[in-house]
């Protein structure tokens, strides 16, 4: 439709003048840091300079660091709402604060359906949470998305400041269906995270916290969750299917995870008993047996 197409049109302007800002002449805070909103693009122009690099090269000289794409690369986001100076806002948090970065949600290093969206829920204009509220405020704290490479459909985990389902949510999930309809952006599930936490919790997802799978409607029981709402992921072509439920932590640069879990597997002699803690859904270890 032609309201798709002008949309498509203004992200991929919006994304180029990141992408502009961030490889020209800005002025700059740090030895390779570039003066941006967004904190995670920080080093996005000169990702050799950023500390992390600097502190490796530091510890083993003559190392040498690669460089995977710069754009595009990250399938996964976990991006804060808040209420502040009298409007919702959706984005990352500035560095050492509790306020989130103007232009901090779309970014040059999200996949392009990822960005789009992303744009697609900050158009429902959910009301955020106010820092200091007490809990159960009914208030959205943080909305996480996650593509399914394959599919490349979206899946959506608002994470509410609240104990019990609001009407409000629904209201909310109608509206995110809307717009990704309308924009022609695939969704995978939409889930709701009830976590109540006390202003003093910095936590995103809590133990405690009640899951829903709202779309498409499913039941929840504990860590069973509905085959509906797993986002299904290969490294490799032939490589185990691996299943990633809403709570789960997942890699956000998997092309970059899958070059390192195959050169860890070139360590392991064939025939080996591997044991893998912490294992999560088994993103290494199932490829190294």
Request: proline residues 4%.
């Amino acid at each position: 439709s032609k309201q798709h197409d002008a949309m498509s049109r203004a992200l991929k302007r919006r994304l180029a003048a990141v992408s502009q800002s961030l490889s020209g002449g800005k002025k700059k805070r740090r030895q390779g840091a570039t003066s941006v909103d967004d904190p995670s693009l920080e080093y996005f122009a000169d990702p050799l300079s950023a500390p992390a690099v600097r502190k490796w090269r530091s510890l083993f000289a003559g190392s040498s660091v690669f460089v995977g794409s710069r754009e595009g690369h990250r399938t996964v986001v976990k991006l804060c709402c808040r209420r502040q100076d009298g409007e919702d806002v959706l984005g990352l948090f500035a560095p050492g604060t509790h306020r989130v970065a103007a232009n901090s949600a779309v970014s040059a290093a999200h996949s392009e359906r990822l960005n789009a969206a992303i744009e697609c829920v900050a158009r429902t204009r959910p009301r955020g949470y106010a820092n200091g509220e007490a809990a159960d405020s009914k208030t959205l704290n943080y909305v996480c998305l996650s593509e399914e490479r394959s599919t490349r459909r979206v899946s959506v985990v608002f994470v509410f400041n609240a104990r019990r389902r609001f009407a409000a949510i629904d209201r909310l999930v109608a509206a995110t269906r809307r717009e990704c309809s309308d924009a022609r952006v695939a969704l995978h599930s939409i889930v709701a995270h009830l976590n109540a936490v006390s202003p003093h919790d910095n936590a995103i997802y809590g133990r405690d916290g009640a899951w829903e799978q709202l779309w498409p409607a499913a039941a929840v029981d504990g860590f069973a969750w509905p085959d509906s709402g797993l986002v299904r992921e290969r490294l490799f072509d032939d490589g185990p299917l691996l299943c990633f439920a809403p709570p789960t932590f997942r890699q956000a640069n998997l092309d970059q995870f899958a070059s390192i879990v195959r050169k860890a597997a070139s360590f392991v002699p064939s025939g080996s008993n591997v044991v893998e803690l912490y294992a999560g859904v088994a993103t290494i270890g199932a490829h190294l047996v």
